[in-house]
């Protein structure tokens, strides 16, 4: 499965790969997080999991249970270690609390390597063994809301190592090592392996998407921080220079009880027109995605706060321009004017799309450069390595 990969990043590359793996054989990786789909996570640990179990690590991946109640307060931890802002009180921190022991007793703690994902499995590590705990973090933790980085940064102090997406997000009142390791896209996934021309029309056709008229797309949970409204009024400010059409992918993700509050404001927003599809997709729907994103003339990631932002990635490597938020990990991916454009707001973001809705082939030069870019620095196998060597160095080998 791994040698698949030698066709995109190189034999020496993978080579490397299955040296280092060398030095965990046997050692067992429990992966842990919120949710089975919806959102990068879920998306980076359905191929990572499979490929560490080829090299030959003892690998495994769980999710944490929680009821409506946690998943609010980690949607509200969420928020406010991104903006900076919040109003929590303690039954708030209790509820977090009393999640993590139940939890402590259904998730298996027994691993070598317990590598736990982002805040809302955190707390398991007040129920650790002897053994590594390791605390990926995917989200921008740069501002936090002190009260709730406080109780957060209580449990991250124990763990032996953290992960960060970007270097801003790294922290200066931890003691712990800290590592940036960018996410990363699967080229050989369904997502964005390559589909033929006659598939996406097909896909198009499905969606009763106009194959001729030039699509904007945004691929993105309902989240206000992805900024769909912001997308829509830079879309009917555009529209009134060029005719086009704009796609909206959306999907619910089980820990984020946001979802439907905000996809309400998103249809009102839309109002009656015709040309934005908006598109409540199921999970999984990663052939449809693949082909609205290669079908489009212009790719949006307008995120206000972002951790990363696979979406810029997934659109880049198939050679799109891409608009994105000027935040979090989007500068790592979009070089402005370089792989693409950075924007801060609804006008900036507007006259990008207009430009390149324009200036077609100029599209082509910066999507060109952009697959180049994320074959570098943002596929699977980079941060496959990246994690192997974290492994092993918290493990002290
Ligand atoms: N995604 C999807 N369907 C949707 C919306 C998003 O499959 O309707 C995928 C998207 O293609 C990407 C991931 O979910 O792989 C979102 O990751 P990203 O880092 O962009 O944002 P997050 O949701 O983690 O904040």
Redesign the pocket.
């Known amino acids: 499965m791994i040698e698949k990969y030698a066709s995109v990043v190189g034999e020496q590359e993978i080579d490397g790969i299955v040296k280092i793996a060398e030095k965990l054989k046997g050692v067992s990786v429990l992966h842990v997080n919120s949710t089975k789909a ?4 879920a ?1 980076i640990l359905n191929r990572m999991v499979p490929l560490m179990k080829d090299l030959g690590i003892n690998v495994d991946w769980k999710i944490i249970r929680g009821d409506s109640e946690f998943f609010n307060v980690t949607k509200s931890f969420h928020n406010s270690l991104q903006n900076g802002t919040g109003s929590l009180n303690d039954e708030q921190f209790k509820i977090y609390d009393k999640w993590q022991e139940i939890n402590s007793t259904e998730v298996p703690l027994d691993y070598d390597v317990m590598f736990i994902h982002d805040p809302q499995p955190a707390g398991l590590v007040k129920y650790k063994k002897n053994n590594t705990w390791i605390w990926r973090c ?1 989200i921008d933790i740069s501002n936090p809301f002190p009260p709730v980085w406080k109780f957060l940064s209580h449990y991250v102090s124990q763990y032996k190592s953290m992960i960060v997406s970007v270097p801003s997000f790294g922290r200066d009142d931890l003691d712990i090592p800290q590592f940036v390791i960018p ?1 990363s896209i699967d080229p050989l996934s369904i ?1 964005n392996g390559f589909i033929h021309d006659v598939t996406v029309r097909r896909v198009l056709r499905k969606y009763e998407i106009d194959e001729n008229k030039p699509i904007i797309t945004q ?3 309902f ?1 206000r921080a992805k900024d769909p409204i912001g997308v829509i009024r830079a879309f009917k400010l555009t529209r009134a220079h060029v005719d086009s059409q704009l796609v909206y ?3 619910p ?1 089980s820990d984020d009880p946001e979802g439907e509050i905000v996809y309400k404001e998103v249809v009102k927003e839309v109002g009656d027109e015709k040309d934005i599809h908006l598109l409540m ?1 199921p ?1 999984g ?2 052939l449809e ?1 693949n082909a609205f994103q290669r079908a489009s003339a212009v790719v949006m ?1 307008k995120s206000i706060k ?7 990635s ?1 659109a880049m490597w198939k050679q799109r321009p891409v608009i994105g938020g000027n935040t979090g990990g989007i500068p790592l991916q979009v070089i402005h004017g370089i792989t693409g454009y950075l924007v801060d707001s609804v006008e900036g973001a507007s006259h990008y799309m207009t430009f390149l809705l324009k200036n077609k082939e100029y599209g082509n030069v910066l999507g060109a450069r952009a697959k180049e870019h994320v074959r570098q620095n943002f596929l699977i196998t980079r941060e496959l390595r990246d994690y192997l060597l974290t492994i092993l160095y918290s493990m002290g080998k």
């Open positions: 919806g959102g990068g996570v998306e995917h996410p997502k691929v993105s949970r989240d992918v959306g999907s993700a997709l999970a729907s990663d995605i990631q972002e951790g990363f932002g696979l979406t810029v997934e």
